[in-house]
């Protein structure tokens, strides 16, 4: 099936400029042996700091040894072993598979010998000659003449994980379940290191891109922050990645220009800051950095005041992509209240979320809310004996199931059952802590390690709103689209969300420039109709970014009035773009 009329320009490498720096970056372990080697002279302390998850032996063999140290320290033989630290943080760990509780409190520095700390800062005292000190932690043992920060990308480490190449920090788990892998690191090991991270932006010297086997990359610190400084100041896309899943489709295949020989593609994510990386170009080097950096660093440029004063430095918004077309339904499932996700797991706030449908086939339809008159425990009887394999939930005689259409924008707040059915493609849009998913029913199927799929009815038995009925869902939920103002080019639609949501999204429909303000927050957008677009600056305060067919980008809050405009093969043909930004 053609689901596009035109060629596919989806952008899979998106690259922010950075001009000014070009001999400030390094590729290659020659080249950055190089820098590193005129630099250290006269100096005696060289620290690798390392995000979990670096390829030690290769840095130690492609850039330590051949430095010619006298002596080398490897930070984390000073920390606790990795079953000390889970007797530490059993509590957060949980015996869940997949939920724990966040580790917000912990500082890395716990998790080190004070004993083994002083020891080696005693042979660093008592060396003549050249020391390194690299590992997880390395500055903690001495902040260096030269500090070099390693990092990589988040699905970077979650796919060594995968391949059992990687395990947990400090922990000798290689072959453990990808969840439960994945969950330290969610919960408690990405917690301290970003921490930690945060404290040495002002003092990095290099920042070390690590995220492709023996291709390093390496940029000096004032080049790294000029690059995240810029990011903030000007309109940007992230690395999308793509992942396939046992109900996954075909859409994506075609749309973004994908590898035919996979399966499927269920997910992508194209706008989630914490999952997704950047790609800063300088001169003939590209290097690839977490974009949760930019949060980090530029959070009042990038959020705006209003959305940093309630999220920190958390990014609040997620765009994905969610595939069915020729696949399966998603698990039906429920997002928790607020107070529930609070008192639970130690977040802030929940993942309400809305589907915004890209595209259908015929049969499309998305279950929503309860039926009304249904009795509740009969619902969750009949979960029960479904989880227990004794029956298949019938989900048609208790869920809402309603047919939908491209351009349909439904609504779904936390509490609320909720699954995108068969042949629908969804960019979801919602708020970001998107682990929080109790499945309820997953109709009988394993996922692709072929184990059981996680089902967690005893979360979410306890958070399902069961006045959501037919009646309430058809009147707050489905397609609550508000005409804010319309001319002979523009057409500019409130479309949702909910009340009990932070987000607002505005649809505009246009065949000429539309002229928006990001009005002091952070707006996120993408094109759901039409070939090509061009993001410019009134004032010309930013370089024009050029966006293609369902690609999301993100405006930063400081960029103020910003236009977009049907491009090349779309002038004078109707587009329409999808905005959320934070109430």
Same mark, same amino acid.
């Given at each position: 099936?053609?689901?596009?009329?035109?060629?596919?320009?989806?952008?899979?490498?998106?690259?922010?400029?950075?001009?000014?720096?070009?001999?400030?970056?390094?590729?290659?372990?020659?080249?950055?042996?190089?820098?590193? *080697?005129?630099?250290?002279?006269?100096?005696?302390? %060289?620290?690798?700091?390392?995000?979990?998850?670096?390829?030690?032996?290769?840095?130690?063999?492609?850039?330590?040894?051949? %430095?010619?140290? *006298?002596?080398?320290?490897? *930070?984390?033989?000073?920390?606790?072993?990795?079953?000390?630290?889970?007797?530490?943080? #059993?509590?957060?760990?949980?015996?869940?598979?997949?939920?724990?509780?966040?580790?917000?409190? /912990?500082?890395?520095?716990?998790?080190?010998?004070?004993?083994?700390?002083?020891?080696? $800062?005693? #042979?660093?005292?008592?060396?003549?000659?050249? &020391?390194?000190?690299?590992?997880?932690?390395?500055?903690?043992?001495?902040?260096?003449?030269?500090?070099?920060?390693?990092?990589?990308?988040?699905?970077?480490?979650?796919?060594?994980?995968?391949?059992?190449?990687?395990?947990?920090?400090?922990?000798?788990?290689?072959?453990?379940?990808?969840?439960?892998?994945?969950?330290?690191?969610?919960?408690?090991?990405?917690?301290?290191?970003?921490?930690?991270?945060?404290?040495?932006?002002?003092?990095?010297?290099?920042?070390?891109?690590?995220?492709?086997?023996?291709?390093?990359?390496?940029?000096? !610190?004032?080049?790294?922050?000029?690059?995240?400084?810029?990011?903030?100041?000007?309109?940007?896309?992230?690395?999308?990645?793509?992942?396939?899943?046992?109900?996954?489709?075909?859409?994506?295949?075609?749309?973004?220009?994908?590898?035919?020989?996979?399966?499927?593609?269920?997910?992508?994510?194209?706008?989630?800051?914490?999952?997704?990386?950047?790609?800063?170009?300088?001169?003939?080097?590209?290097?690839?950095?977490?974009?949760?950096?930019?949060? /980090?660093?530029?959070?009042?440029?990038?959020?705006?005041?209003?959305?940093?004063?309630?999220?920190?430095?958390?990014?609040?918004?997620?765009?994905?992509?969610?595939?069915?077309?020729?696949?399966?339904?998603?698990?039906?499932?429920?997002?928790?209240?607020?107070?529930?996700?609070?008192?639970?797991? !130690?977040?802030?706030?929940?993942?309400?979320?809305?589907?915004?449908?890209?595209?259908?086939?015929?049969?499309?339809?998305?279950?929503?809310?309860?039926?009304?008159?249904?009795?509740?425990?009969?619902?969750?009887?009949?979960?029960?004996?479904?989880?227990?394999?004794?029956?298949?939930?019938?989900?048609?005689?208790?869920?809402?199931?309603?047919?939908?259409?491209?351009?349909?924008?439904?609504?779904?707040?936390?509490?609320?059952?909720?699954?995108?059915?068969?042949?629908?493609?969804?960019?979801?849009?919602?708020?970001?802590?998107?682990?929080?998913?109790?499945?309820?029913?997953?109709?009988?199927?394993?996922?692709?390690?072929?184990?059981?799929?996680?089902?967690?009815?005893?979360?979410?038995?306890?958070?399902?709103?069961?006045?959501?009925?037919?009646?309430? &869902?058809?009147?707050?939920?489905?397609?609550?689209?508000?005409?804010?103002?319309?001319?002979?080019? &523009?057409?500019?639609?409130?479309?949702?969300?909910?009340? $009990?949501?932070?987000?607002?999204?505005?649809?505009?429909?246009?065949?000429?420039?539309?002229?928006?303000?990001?009005?002091?927050? &952070?707006?996120? %957008?993408?094109?759901?109709?039409?070939?090509?677009?061009?993001?410019?600056?009134?004032?010309?305060?930013?370089?024009?970014?050029?966006?293609?067919?369902?690609?999301?980008?993100?405006?930063?809050?400081?960029?103020?009035?910003?236009?977009?405009?049907?491009?090349?093969?779309?002038?004078?043909?109707?587009?329409?773009?999808?905005?959320?930004?934070?109430?």
């Amino acid at each position: 099936m053609k689901h596009l009329n035109f060629k596919s320009q989806y952008d899979k490498y998106p690259e922010i400029i950075i001009k000014g720096f070009e001999h400030e970056a390094f590729q290659g372990y020659e080249s950055i042996v190089k820098e590193l *080697s005129e630099k250290l002279k006269g100096k005696k302390v %060289l620290t690798i700091d390392c995000y979990p998850g670096i390829r030690y032996e290769e840095i130690k063999f492609n850039l330590i040894d051949k %430095l010619d140290p *006298s002596l080398v320290i490897f *930070s984390d033989e000073l920390a606790l072993t990795g079953e000390e630290i889970t007797k530490i943080i #059993q509590r957060h760990l949980t015996d869940d598979r997949v939920f724990g509780v966040m580790a917000r409190h /912990f500082n890395l520095k716990e998790f080190f010998v004070e004993e083994k700390l002083n020891h080696a $800062r005693t #042979q660093i005292d008592r060396c003549d000659g050249l &020391v390194i000190v690299y590992g997880v932690g390395a500055s903690l043992v001495n902040a260096g003449d030269i500090l070099v920060y390693c990092d990589l990308a988040r699905w970077e480490i979650q796919l060594r994980y995968r391949s059992k190449e990687l395990g947990n920090w400090r922990c000798d788990n290689l072959k453990e379940d990808i969840l439960k892998k994945y969950k330290r690191g969610y919960f408690f090991e990405w917690r301290i290191a970003d921490k930690h991270k945060k404290n040495l932006y002002d003092r990095i010297d290099y920042l070390l891109d690590t995220n492709e086997k023996n291709n390093p990359k390496m940029i000096t !610190g004032k080049a790294f922050l000029q690059g995240l400084k810029e990011t903030a100041h000007r309109p940007f896309r992230l690395v999308p990645y793509f992942d396939p899943g046992v109900w996954g489709g075909q859409w994506m295949k075609e749309v973004c220009d994908l590898p035919r020989d996979v399966e499927n593609y269920a997910w992508s994510f194209d706008g989630a800051p914490e999952e997704n990386s950047i790609y800063l170009r300088y001169g003939k080097v590209r290097v690839e950095v977490p974009s949760i950096n930019v949060v /980090f660093r530029e959070p009042i440029a990038l959020l705006g005041h209003k959305v940093h004063a309630r999220y920190g430095t958390e990014y609040p918004i997620r765009f994905d992509f969610l595939d069915t077309m020729d696949g399966g339904n998603l698990s039906l499932q429920v997002h928790p209240l607020t107070e529930y996700i609070q008192e639970t797991f !130690g977040m802030t706030y929940t993942q309400d979320e809305s589907y915004y449908i890209l595209d259908t086939k015929e049969d499309a339809s998305v279950y929503l809310g309860v039926k009304t008159g249904i009795n509740k425990d009969d619902v969750l009887h009949d979960l029960r004996r479904a989880q227990k394999g004794e029956i298949l939930f019938p989900a048609e005689k208790y869920i809402n199931k309603f047919p939908v259409k491209k351009h349909d924008h439904i609504s779904i707040p936390a509490g609320t059952i909720h699954c995108s059915g068969k042949n629908t493609m969804v960019l979801e849009i919602s708020s970001t802590p998107y682990i929080f998913t109790f499945k309820l029913w997953d109709w009988g199927r394993l996922g692709l390690d072929g184990l059981p799929r996680p089902v967690h009815l005893e979360h979410g038995e306890k958070v399902i709103d069961w006045s959501r009925n037919t009646e309430w &869902v058809k009147t707050n939920l489905i397609n609550p689209i508000e005409v804010i103002s319309q001319d002979e080019h &523009v057409l500019e639609e409130k479309t949702g969300l909910h009340i $009990r949501e932070p987000l607002e999204t505005r649809r505009h429909w246009f065949t000429d420039k539309v002229y928006h303000h990001t009005n002091g927050t &952070v707006n996120q %957008l993408n094109l759901v109709e039409g070939e090509c677009v061009l993001v410019e600056s009134p004032t010309c305060a930013f370089e024009p970014l050029e966006i293609h067919y369902a690609e999301t980008f993100i405006i930063p809050a400081s960029v103020g009035e910003y236009t977009i405009r049907p491009y090349k093969n779309s002038v004078g043909k109707r587009c329409a773009t999808i905005k959320a930004f934070i109430r």
